[in-house]
Every structure is written in structure tokens, then in C-alpha cells.
Nanobody
Framework: QVQLVESGGGLVQAGDSLRLSCSAS????????VGWFRQAPEKEREFVAT????????VYTNSVKGRFTISRDDPKNTVYLQMNSLKPDDTAVYYC???????????????WGQGTQVTVSS
């Protein structure tokens, strides 16, 4: 069973950057696609980005294109989400999860982490 732990969240100002990490324990997760999702208060969990096995295929939601970058370091069992030019609308709890392919739908992911809070002040 692969367990995921997110880290790197915090309180920042608009325009600042953060790098989130999604670290896996247990068996290696190199054979999985990894997705990042976020959930703001009173909103549904939404797709942010996903990366396929070996990083060959990457998808972003439109609102983060050009600002966020997803990457993976399989020897370290870690996936990153570099977030630049942060906006107040990016405020949410960010989660990572595993899937067999780089889907957008959160229902196709499992092994969800506990999440890390990102708060962007204006």
C-alpha cells in the first residue's frame, strides 16, 4: 500500500511562490500517474495538474497554466508542484493522489494524502 504525504504549504502574499511536495512511502510509485487537486472552503475538490509515469504526459487546469509546474523525481518517490505568481483564488487545501493514467477526474484517483493548506493573501 502506497501512502502519500503532502508538504510545503503555507501563508504567502499574492505574487509569491511555493513548492509543494508529495512524498510516497511503502512501495515505489513510479508506476503510477500522480495528480494534484485542491479544495477551497465550501467548494468541491478540483483538478489542478497531473503527471504520467516517467513524466511523459502532463496536464494542467487552465487557471494554473503558465504559473504552476508539476514534476516528479522517482528515485526520491516525490512529485512536486511549483506554484508561482500565486493569487488569492489559489487558496485551498492541496492534495495529491495516485492513478493508473493521467486523468482529470478525482474519482479515478486513490491513496489520497491528508492535504497541505495554501493561503494566499491579497
Amino acid at each position: 500500500q502506497v501512502q502519500l504525504v503532502e508538504s510545503g504549504g503555507g501563508l504567502v502574499q499574492a505574487g509569491d511562490s511555493l513548492r509543494l511536495s508529495c512524498s510516497a512511502s511503502g512501495r515505489t510509485f513510479s508506476s503510477y500517474a500522480v495528480g494534484w487537486f485542491r479544495q477551497a472552503p465550501e467548494k468541491e475538490r478540483e483538478f489542478v495538474a497531473t503527471i504520467s509515469r516517467a513524466g511523459a504526459y502532463i496536464v494542467y487546469t487552465n487557471s494554473v497554466k503558465g504559473r504552476f509546474t508539476i514534476s516528479r523525481d522517482d528515485p526520491k518517490n516525490t512529485v512536486y508542484l511549483q506554484m508561482n505568481s500565486l493569487k488569492p483564488d489559489d487558496t485551498a487545501v492541496y492534495y495529491c493522489a495516485l492513478s493508473g493514467a493521467p486523468y482529470r477526474e478525482n474519482g479515478k484517483y486513490s491513496n489520497w494524502g491528508q492535504g497541505t493548506q495554501v493561503t494566499v493573501s491579497s
